[in-house]
């Protein structure tokens, strides 16, 4: 058994390096708190071994443990001579640490406590489940698990049209398809370790977010109100691909906002990484392009910019990444058969007359906000808080919050009613349906929650 907990921390440490060497070369010579690093290198680290693998795969090189271990030490090297580089002719490194975390840090309270005591509990069931439950349930099997069989077994991805939900995007089992190659073989348990290790990674990147604009008790708060959301928890310890799509989309989130208050460029980077990454998650999160360039263009505005050349500079920025991860991979299925008009739900129908339907999807949406055991009373605030404290949606982090909420709702009310997904969103065949979707921005509810609570908020540099 230690040998076997050895190989996974052994295949989640590869992919780990890949994400720190390639956030320290985002950052240049500006640093983030160490656990904000290790966290975000876990996202970047995942979805660059999900797209070498890919690439290899193209390049005809066959899936091996030593193949794709060879390619991330190539790529370990090219990072640490640009990072040498780099360190003869560039400035001492600066911190990105708010100046409020450099002063004293007070004592925990019996509050802070028992919140972290919350916090540890839900992690220790997350990691436990994942790794004593098999795979079980028929999505996680037909979506993930059965091509990441696949993957390792046939030491390559074979063609799309060949595959069940072929226009599919493939991150998740190229990633499951790895660990079994560390591990030596298919193992139904424990190739969910990602899922429990990327909720610590979020967990720890929302309360550092939430801690730049409140304090200790408010960000601890934030992050146990997110525990306790069932299915949040629940999709942390299987094979389904909704837990990596919030993972990413509320990150690209995250940056932006941070990117919003202190107009960084590795922030927009980062931003823009995560979007894409998303859209190799799932079919979803190339709709989300959309919403992300909505709140590019927003957060323009709200900060009253007035420079074209650096409006464009700033939009190619974003913009690159996702070209060639997003679009790269329709291209790929373009050539693989695997094309959205072959996929009857990606089929858009505009015409009016389906405007009818309005009203069963806005009764299905509040009956899952209101009446599910998901979500506890996290939607029910939303429009109290709304209420509470209008003059607070002025902060500009609330305000991109707010937006990205309403956006994702509206996105996918249209998706419910000009696509065949009527039945799975509000129609008889719904069961777990919108609950997922709205997963995949549940986060930036809690964090509007905790942003427009906090009443003292303030201004730093970094």
């Known amino acids: 058994m230690l040998f076997e907990l050895l190989k996974l921390f052994f295949a989640l440490s590869i992919p780990w390096i890949l994400g720190f060497l390639s956030l320290k070369m985002i950052l240049k010579n500006e640093k983030y708190p ?40 190539l790529i370990y090297l090219i990072i640490l001579i640009a990072l040498k580089l780099k360190a003869r002719a560039g400035s001492p490194l600066r911190s990105l640490l708010p100046n409020k975390m450099n002063k004293k840090i007070p004592g925990i309270s019996i509050f802070q406590l028992a919140l972290i005591i919350f916090i540890l509990i839900n992690l220790y069931f997350s990691f436990w489940r994942a790794l004593n439950i098999p795979i079980a349930s028929w999505d996680a099997f037909a979506t993930v ?101 919030l993972y990413y989309n509320c990150l690209a989130i995250i940056f932006l906002i941070l990117w919003a208050h202190f107009d960084k460029n590795h922030d927009l980077i980062l931003a823009s990484l995560f979007a894409s990454l998303a859209t190799f998650v799932k079919l979803e999160g190339t709709a989300f392009i959309a919403i992300y360039l909505f709140l590019i263009l927003a957060i323009y505005f709200i900060k009253k910019t007035n420079q074209p050349k650096k409006i464009l500079k700033q939009l190619v920025i974003f913009i690159i990444p996702v070209l060639i991860i997003g679009l790269g991979f329709h291209i790929y299925k373009h050539y693989n058969g695997a094309t959205l008009q072959t996929d009857s739900k990606a089929q858009l129908n505009l015409s009016l007359t389906n405007l009818h339907l309005l009203k069963n999807v806005i009764s299905s949406f509040k009956e899952d906000f209101l009446y599910t055991a998901n979500w506890h009373l996290s939607w029910f605030l939303l429009p109290v808080a709304f209420v509470l404290y209008p003059k607070r949606l002025k902060r500009k982090e609330i305000c991109i919050c707010l937006m990205g909420i309403l956006s994702f709702i509206l996105l996918y009310m249209f998706v419910a009613i000009f696509t065949e997904n009527f039945i799975w969103i509000a129609g008889t065949s719904k069961l777990t349906g919108l609950s997922r979707l709205l997963l995949h921005f549940y986060p930036l509810n809690i964090y509007f929650l905790i942003l427009i609570t906090y009443p003292n908020p303030f201004e730093y540099h970094r």
């Open 34 to 73: 160490f656990f904000l690093e290790a966290s975000l290198a876990y996202g970047l680290g995942l979805g660059a071994l999900s797209v070498l693998m890919f690439v290899l795969d193209m390049l005809q090189v066959p899936f091996s443990f030593s193949n794709i271990l060879s390619a991330c030490l």
């Open 145 to 245: 698990a059965f091509k990441a069989k696949m993957f390792y077994f046939e030491k390559q991805i074979p063609r799309l049209d060949l595959l069940p939900h072929k226009t599919y995007p493939l991150f998740t089992p190229l990633i499951e398809s790895w660990i079994c190659f560390c591990l030596g073989r298919w193992d139904n348990q424990f190739v969910k370790i990602i899922f429990p290790c990327a909720l610590l990674s979020f967990l720890l990147i929302s309360y550092y977010f939430l801690k730049t604009f409140t304090n200790r008790a408010y960000a601890l708060s934030g992050i146990a109100l997110l525990l306790s959301s069932n299915l949040f928890i629940l999709h942390s310890t299987i094979s389904y691909r909704d837990f990596f799509l």
